[in-house]
C-alpha cells in the first residue's frame, strides 16, 4: 500500500489513478445499468401501443447517451485526481460544452422523430422540412449562447453585435429574405402540400421538398425541378390534391353520308358507352355543327377519380367501346377530304 501512495505520476500517486478507475468503471455500470432499464420500461410500453415514435427514441437515446455516459463517468472520477493548472482550468469547461453538444444533438433526435412518426400522420396538421430545420437552428443557437455564456462570453454583448450586423446582412441578402418569407406564406396559406401533384405555368410534377428557401418538384419526365419560392408564388400554381373529378370535352366527327336515323342513335350510343365504366358522369352528347369535312358531335363527361392514370385508362376504354358500337352500326368516323367536281368542257 505504501508503494502505491509512494509511487507518483504526474502529480497523483499510483493508489489515486487506481480509485479514478475504479469510480470510472464503477460510475459507468451504473449509469449503464440505469439506461438499460429505461430503455426497457420505453420498449414494454411500445410493446402495448406499438408506436414508431418510441420505437425511433429508444434508438436515438441508446446512440445519444453512451458517449454522455462516459463523459459523465469522466467527470465524476477525475474528482480523485489534481490536474495541472491549465488543464483544471479548462477541464470542467470542455466537459459541460460536450455534454450541452451531446443534449442538443440529442433534442434535434427528439424533433425529427416527432414531426416523422407523430405529427406527419396526423391530418389535418402541416410540417415542412423547413419548418423542421428552422426548429433545429433555434436549439443549435441556444446550445452555442450556452456556451458562449460558459466560456465568459457576454452573450448580450454579443447579441446586441449580432443585431447591428443582421440588418446589414439583410439589406446584402434580400432575396434570401423575401424566400424565407414566401416559405411562411407557403406554409400558412398552404397552395400546396408535400407528395400533391402540382402544375407550376407549364411544368407538371409532384412537391419533394419546401425549404426555407426553395421548393423541389419531381417532374412527370423524372428530372427534379429547383424553384425559389419567390419565383413559385409569383407563378400560376394548379394544385391537382382537391380534385375530385376530371373533365372530358371532345368533338367526335362522323361522315356527311350517314344517314338521319343513325344519327339520331349516335347520342345514346356514346352516353351508353361512358355511363357503363362505372366511375363517370354523363353531361351531354349532341350534333351541334356541319364542319367542312364531317357532322360533330359535342361530348361532355366526368371521370370520377382524380388519379391522371385512371383517367385516361377510362377515356380509352370509352373510345373503344364507342368505335366497337359505330362499326355495330356502320357508322364512319369522318377525316378531312374533298370532293372534285370536274366539267367535261368537250361533252
Not at 247 to 254: A, P, Q, S
Not at 262 to 283: H, R, S, V, W
Not at 302 to 319: C, G, H, K, M, R
Request: hydrophobic letters at 50%; proline letters at 2%; charged letters at 20%.
Amino acid at each position: 500500500m505504501d508503494f502505491l501512495r509512494e509511487t507518483i505520476f504526474y502529480g497523483n500517486s499510483l493508489l489515486r489513478y487506481i480509485i479514478f478507475i475504479g469510480i470510472f468503471l464503477l460510475t459507468f455500470l451504473i449509469f449503464n445499468f440505469a439506461l438499460s432499464l429505461i430503455l426497457k420500461v420505453l420498449v414494454k410500453i411500445n410493446n402495448r401501443f406499438q408506436n414508431n415514435f418510441i420505437t425511433t427514441l429508444v434508438t436515438s437515446i441508446t446512440k445519444r447517451s453512451r458517449p454522455f455516459i462516459f463523459l459523465i463517468s469522466i467527470a465524476i472520477s477525475r474528482l480523485v485526481l489534481v490536474l495541472p493548472r491549465i488543464l483544471s482550468a479548462y477541464w470542467d469547461k470542455i466537459i459541460i460544452i460536450a455534454l450541452i453538444v451531446y443534449t442538443v444533438l440529442l433534442i434535434c433526435d427528439i424533433i425529427t422523430n416527432f414531426s416523422e412518426n407523430y405529427l406527419l400522420p396526423k391530418k389535418g396538421v402541416v410540417i415542412s422540412d423547413g419548418i423542421i430545420t428552422i426548429a433545429k437552428v433555434f436549439v443549435w443557437i441556444i446550445g452555442i449562447l450556452t456556451i458562449l455564456a460558459n466560456l465568459g462570453v457576454n452573450v448580450n454583448t454579443f447579441l446586441a453585435g449580432l443585431g447591428v450586423g443582421g440588418v446589414a446582412v439583410a439589406f446584402a441578402a434580400q432575396s434570401i429574405v423575401a424566400d424565407l418569407f414566401n416559405y411562411f406564406v407557403i406554409v400558412f396559406d398552404k397552395p400546396f402540400l408535400k407528395g400533391d401533384f402540382i402544375k407550376v405555368d407549364q411544368d407538371l410534377g409532384t412537391v419533394e421538398y419546401i425549404g426555407v428557401k426553395s421548393t423541389r418538384i419531381r417532374r412527370n419526365s423524372g428530372e427534379q425541378l429547383l424553384i425559389s419560392n419567390t419565383n413559385l408564388l409569383a407563378s400560376r400554381i394548379q394544385n391537382y390534391r382537391l380534385l375530385e373529378k376530371r373533365r372530358k370535352n371532345m368533338l367526335i366527327g362522323v361522315e356527311y353520308s350517314t344517314p338521319l336515323e343513325k344519327m339520331k342513335l349516335i347520342p345514346d350510343i356514346i352516353k351508353n358507352a361512358i355511363e357503363e365504366q362505372g366511375n363517370t358522369e354523363f353531361y351531354s352528347a349532341r350534333f351541334i355543327e356541319f364542319a367542312d369535312s364531317s357532322l360533330n358531335f359535342e361530348v361532355i363527361y366526368y371521370v370520377l377519380d382524380a388519379d391522371y392514370l385512371v383517367y385516361v385508362s377510362t377515356v380509352e376504354n370509352i373510345n373503344h367501346k364507342i368505335m366497337e358500337e359505330f362499326a355495330k352500326i356502320n357508322v364512319n368516323f369522318a377525316f378531312p377530304s374533298r370532293t372534285l367536281y370536274v366539267n367535261n368542257l368537250n361533252s
